[in-house]
């Protein structure tokens, strides 16, 4: 469990089954009634509570072992409010379509009301969660929480002011009006310094994991580490034809027959 390269594998993989996982349960719950959507929120709970219950748990003292638990709380945390938001259970007042006169800049606060909602309570657990566990010798859970946190406002920013490649096969249907906020274009001049400077933070954090002394700072670092390449990967391919898709859709139940 010491290993920096197995916690790396270790994050990547609860990353993409975590991804798959929420992605499954969304779209089951499109198959369903009104109050699906709900119920899958509602269902996720659990998770919440018990990424709150592990995040407390960890900052118990430094070890490996509470590294883990406090990386996996944050996901969880995480994961229960993306579930909520793709269930469009947490999103913002806006639940219309981008009106065709608006053009350009005057598009944001109308695409900022579609997600209001859901930024501010990211907002607020990336507070939470760093009020309680400062000053304790693992944080980890914050630093998990304030990466995902960057990296979601960077990728949504990018959306919005034009991306050459915008994936919206897996968007449920309670954000069937999101795309008419995303923009396709060659590129913005946020794109290019967004992929630099995930690079050079992925790099700066890689070389921490390489050269770190104790097994618990090496596993933090490698945890985080593959959080941000992984970030990186996901602002390449707003540029790069890959077909990322393919990672989930195996995972996804079949398509309703008419």
Same mark, same amino acid.
């Given at each position: 469990?010491?290993?920096?390269?197995?916690?790396?594998?270790?994050?990547?993989?609860?990353?993409?089954? /975590?991804?798959?996982?929420?992605?499954?349960?969304?779209?089951?719950?499109?198959?369903?009634?009104?109050?699906?959507?709900?119920?899958?929120?509602?269902?996720?709970?659990?998770?919440?509570?018990?990424?709150?219950?592990?995040?407390?748990?960890?900052?118990?003292?430094? /070890?490996?072992?509470?590294?883990?638990?406090?990386?996996?709380?944050?996901?969880?945390?995480?994961?229960?409010?993306?579930?909520?938001?793709?269930?469009?259970?947490?999103?913002?007042?806006?639940?219309?379509?981008?009106?065709?006169?608006?053009?350009?800049?005057?598009?944001?606060?109308?695409?900022?009301?579609?997600?209001?909602?859901?930024?501010?309570?990211?907002?607020?657990?990336?507070?939470?969660?760093?009020?309680?566990?400062?000053?304790?010798?693992?944080?980890?859970?914050?630093?998990?929480?304030?990466?995902?946190?960057?990296?979601?406002?960077?990728?949504?920013?990018?959306?919005?002011?034009?991306?050459?490649?915008?994936?919206?096969?897996?968007?449920?249907?309670?954000?069937?009006?999101?795309?008419?906020?995303?923009?396709?274009?060659?590129?913005?001049?946020?794109?290019?310094?967004?992929?630099?400077?995930?690079?050079?933070?992925?790099?700066?954090?890689?070389?921490?994991?390489?050269?770190?002394?104790?097994?618990?700072?090496?596993?933090?670092?490698?945890?985080?580490?593959?959080?941000?390449?992984?970030?990186?990967?996901?602002?390449?391919?707003?540029?790069?034809?890959?077909?990322?898709?393919?990672?989930?859709?195996?995972?996804?139940?079949?398509?309703?027959?008419?």
């Amino acid at each position: 469990m010491a290993s920096p390269w197995l916690a790396a594998i270790g994050a990547m993989f609860l990353w993409w089954f /975590s991804t798959g996982a929420i992605l499954m349960v969304v779209k089951r719950a499109d198959r369903g009634d009104k109050s699906a959507h709900v119920n899958a929120t509602l269902w996720g709970l659990p998770f919440l509570a018990l990424g709150i219950a592990a995040t407390a748990a960890s900052v118990q003292g430094a /070890s490996v072992l509470n590294v883990y638990l406090g990386f996996i709380a944050a996901l969880a945390i995480w994961g229960w409010i993306e579930l909520a938001f793709l269930t469009g259970i947490i999103t913002g007042p806006v639940k219309s379509p981008c009106p065709a006169a608006l053009l350009g800049h005057s598009r944001f606060w109308p695409a900022f009301g579609t997600v209001a909602y859901h930024e501010l309570t990211l907002l607020a657990g990336l507070i939470a969660i760093w009020v309680a566990t400062a000053g304790s010798e693992n944080m980890i859970a914050a630093w998990t929480f304030a990466v995902l946190f960057a990296a979601r406002i960077s990728a949504k920013l990018n959306l919005f002011y034009g991306v050459p490649r915008i994936n919206t096969e897996f968007l449920p249907k309670p954000l069937a009006h999101m795309p008419s906020y995303f923009r396709n274009d060659i590129t913005n001049g946020l794109l290019p310094f967004s992929i630099m400077s995930l690079g050079f933070v992925t790099a700066i954090f890689l070389q921490g994991t390489l050269t770190a002394e104790a097994a618990t700072d090496r596993v933090a670092l490698a945890l985080l580490t593959a959080l941000l390449g992984l970030a990186l990967l996901e602002h390449l391919l707003m540029v790069l034809p890959l077909p990322d898709a393919k990672l989930w859709r195996w995972m996804l139940p079949a398509p309703k027959p008419e």
